[in-house]
């Protein structure tokens, strides 16, 4: 069954909110997603009531989140199935920004402002974007700097483990703020299901990106989206797993950025133990000769990276 | 006006749940914690349908925790006063444990299990507390080893930035498990209110530790436990702050430990400029020469340092 | 002016020792390299006497390294500019191994065996090389993975600073053993010059590696290599900087691993603003937006990262 | 035996150069330390001659170093004992400094200068020493600082491990620039021997220090110091241990925090059960509990972490 969703409210956190739809195994969804800033395809601010903060926080108001998604028969154990099948960018612009407390040039600590140092100065970037030629435009320092376009989905995840709700900055075991260069059209995601019907969110589409994300903003702009939801009954998955023609992969998210590695190649071991009849240590050895590694993050709350590991060495 | 409170349901989150009492600037609290696993003051279980799981979700059940508590009055932007009156052990029994899975010696990211290593064994260690004589004793190896009792709350924190709900097992810039040998008798506590009300919550009480609590558990037991609540206007500051006749003190939770570390002697520096009259060149070279630190955990999915600065140098 | 070079002696050390030969700029060197366990090309080991061990001290005998090779008027302040004109593999062996208290998945911390687990059993692989086809071979878990080769020389620096000498196991501001597959035939390094003379070893040839270099070993062989230096007058450099036809890079080791990645990208930054007309905030921009990176490995007493700007926009 | 010795030359780094003295086990040493700036007693520079420069190389002038002392009978395997008999201050001022590219507010990698904020202005702070008061006096931000005199050795190790040559900046499993205030009169050292006759050097002493010493520089002073040496046949022990009155110690130095502070209390949990007759695991369980932990420094190229054990749970 086929859904058009147009969405009446954005979260800022993944976790089990009321859900947007509840879907079936074999369901596509097709929405709109508004920029990290909440900027719609117009460039028009999402309305102040459609931002949904929780009670009366003060939330922090960065990317606004679509869903979340229920999907029926989705029980804690299983893993929830994303197929990415459309990313279609429909706004002639991305802006990008240098923050003063943002960024990978900053200190490591959440809430780690700078005393002694003055804070960088805020710059915005304004890119423009040719949808037919699919590239960037940016004119800097008297250069013209023109980008291949490789749009992807910045955050995406579902509720996290122990029924935690977690802001939409921070990717961890759940996926979310990943801002990783890989989850785009094209590719299945596999979630660990922590609550029953997974209640999938995403949002935050990014035009292009660099390894790491290193200045914390990337091309941010917006797209037209349509996912495929599945479920795989009893498939006890410890981390995001993605998957394309030619790849799987693996996405752990932590600090230090050495956890998120470690993670990341754990469980990629365990997925070629488990799944495709390696030993433990010749999956090891493998993995060390053929794998590469991308750097999604390194200035959100957590960092990820990817594992990867090429689906002709499986068969 | 004091409250004896006797809880009815203990909530595994700090977040701005269900109150469990609305309090007023200067109010007390009495009440009793349960240890980190769920057992009272008798050894008993605490019953399944007061343990507060968010809906359908499976939630980690360490860390019950009393509260939260609404202060009328707090705002964002204020400070939450917390005196800790009081923290009367009331079991003579107290336990510990080696775990597969936890502890400072395991990898440092959450969910990191080691494919390759087989994991520690779990190993329970039995204290028996004399609470007169105010000792714990262990017969191991061979030995007889008696530690003084220096009991303090392990958790203890308000609802966390952004309207986040955290698992009682994180600390955080809300306090949270810190499990820090400061939060003692005698000791004032202040929390920055990132939730209107504050919401604070606490458990988890230790009849002692050592630093960084590097096998992951504590003393772990019970105490009655008073609380007095006030409220600073106004008092802008990012991380708990602790106060007692000796110290000031900030509390630095985050991963990697050196961020911990960071924070709390950051947030040092600015309480020694904004409060005590100090330049901040001034305020970094004096607490470089007599500031002390403590390693509250090593062990936790953040970890806390404790910067603490003598009264003495600040008339 | 060309030299064929046939070593008398091997380190396992850079630092300013006795030079192997004194070179001008311009001139040439072809060599033939050990592998990692002192074995060369028909797999006999290396004459103890010909391991060069300083004076009464036990070395740790890993990376056998040639050289080092004095270049007149490498003055410190210069870069040293090591072509890579040819890397040929000449033996039709490969070894790989999984290692007790070495790798990834051990714990971070130099010496740091673990106590409380059991270490991993050492497992030796040995890989067939086709030398023709560029190919290696392995059989494990009952299939057969066959790589496309892919050679580099895993150690190759100077002199470090400060007139260390370090062990040929660590990378650091002097190149050294950095294990990143970028350092390979057809690119250019630019060492910063620490000693006068720049004093260049080398060895430690992969025929092939993923990215992280994650069990400890990569596909350890011998091979004939020719390098032509180069000096750059007054080219402040800090860290080491490569190039080919498509990227301009710079290599960062340190630990934590985020050091090494802000080490990278910073000096980037720098070479951007320095040689390339960026002003420093547009530099940070475009990297963020077009740069990659690798990270070369992730088990040696420093990490190291390689920042990747295509040239393309650099005109 | 008893030597007098006056130091005709100061190295700038710990490993296995030309011998001072040659000693025998059960001999004293009586000298004198320069300041970390290497200016004497009296104020006065040491001459350019006697500061020991490896060759043609630039060397880093912190931290001259006297020594080395060759103890005739360490082997490697040994263990080498220093006894601290006596630090006596001799010069009444000590300097501090907040520096721009140093200290624990700047990055954490070797060389990361700040390229987009502005480095921290030097300042100089000169402390009045009261010798017979035994305090300290700084006049700042109009106030009159008087702290407590605490003088240690701030840099003392032996030739490290595989024969390298380590600046003076860098502490290690061979001890070296370790900045932790344990090192002081009274207490006694023990080194592991990597290189026959352990080559000890030292220099650097603080009149005191706090914790971390976060602003990178103490109070930079002079003395008088003795120190006893022996050899532990076949003590095979991996890092430098200490022992006071009250604690054993063990002081682990590396990158990241937690690697240090974790093979500080591996490395104790071993001593415990090799000397003290714990099992493994009940060692990790009361060290859990009583232990408690000293930062050395957060500043240098490794950080140093002191776990300590009370001697009264020995028995």
């Given at each position: 069954?086929?859904?058009e969703?147009?969405?009446?409210?954005y979260y800022f956190?993944f976790?089990p909110?009321e859900?947007?739809?509840?879907l079936?195994?074999?369901?596509?969804?097709?929405?709109?997603?508004?920029?990290?800033?909440?900027?719609?395809?117009?460039?028009?601010?999402?309305?102040d009531?459609?931002?949904?903060?929780?009670?009366?926080?003060?939330?922090?108001?960065?990317n606004?989140?679509v869903g979340?998604?229920?999907?029926?028969?989705?029980?804690?154990?299983?893993?929830?199935?994303v197929?990415i099948?459309k990313?279609?960018?429909?706004?002639e612009t991305?802006?990008?920004?240098i923050?003063?407390?943002f960024?990978?040039f900053?200190?490591e600590?959440?809430?780690?402002?700078l005393?002694?140092?003055?804070?960088l100065?805020?710059v915005?970037?304004?890119?423009?974007?040719?949808?037919?030629?699919?590239?960037?435009?940016?004119?800097?320092?008297?250069k013209?700097?023109?980008?291949p376009?490789?749009?992807?989905i910045?955050?995406i995840?579902v509720?996290?483990r122990?029924g935690?709700?977690?802001?939409?900055?921070t990717?961890?075991e759940y996926?979310g703020?990943?801002d990783?260069?890989?989850?785009k059209?094209?590719?299945t995601?596999y979630?660990p299901v922590?609550?029953?019907?997974?209640?999938?969110?995403f949002?935050?589409v990014h035009a292009?990106?660099g390894?790491?994300?290193?200045?914390?903003?990337?091309?941010?702009t917006?797209?037209?989206?349509r996912?495929?939801?599945?479920?795989?009954?009893?498939?006890?998955?410890e981390?995001?797993r993605f998957e394309?023609?030619?790849?799987?992969?693996?996405?752990?998210s932590?600090?230090?950025?050495?956890?998120?590695?470690?993670i990341?190649?754990?469980?990629?071991v365990?997925?070629?133990?488990s799944?495709?009849?390696f030993?433990?240590?010749?999956?090891l050895?493998v993995l060390s000769?053929v794998?590469?590694?991308r750097?999604?993050?390194?200035?959100?709350p957590?960092?990820?990276?990817v594992?990867?590991f090429?689906?002709?060495?499986l068969?």
């Open positions: 069954m086929h859904h969703y147009k969405p009446s409210k956190t976790g909110c859900p947007a739809l509840r079936r195994a074999g369901d596509t969804v097709e929405t709109a997603t508004v920029d990290a800033g909440g900027q719609d395809r117009y460039g028009n601010p999402v309305p009531e459609m931002l949904q903060s929780s009670r009366e926080t003060e939330y922090y108001k960065a606004p989140l979340p998604f229920y999907v029926e028969g989705a029980e804690v154990g299983d893993a929830l199935v197929e099948e990313i279609s960018l429909n706004r991305a802006y990008s920004k923050l003063p407390n960024g990978s900053t200190e600590g959440p809430g780690m402002r005393l002694f140092n003055k804070p100065d805020e915005r970037y304004d890119w423009s974007l040719d949808l037919a030629k699919k590239t960037g435009l940016l004119i800097v320092s008297g013209r700097i023109e980008v376009l490789d749009p992807f910045g955050s995840g509720a996290p122990f935690r709700h977690e802001t939409s900055l990717p961890g996926g703020n990943m990783c260069v890989e989850t059209e094209g590719t995601l979630f922590f609550v029953r019907g997974g209640y999938l969110s949002g935050d292009a990106q390894d790491g994300e290193i200045c914390g903003v990337a091309l941010e917006t797209a037209d989206v996912l495929k939801f599945g479920v795989l009954k009893g498939k006890g998955i981390w995001p394309n023609a030619e790849h799987i992969m693996v996405a752990g932590a600090r230090p950025l050495m956890a998120a590695f470690k990341a190649h754990l469980e990629m365990r997925w070629l133990v799944d495709y009849g030993e433990a240590n010749d999956a050895q000769q794998g590469t590694c750097i999604g993050n390194v200035v959100d957590n960092y990820t990276v594992s990867k090429p689906k002709k060495y068969s």
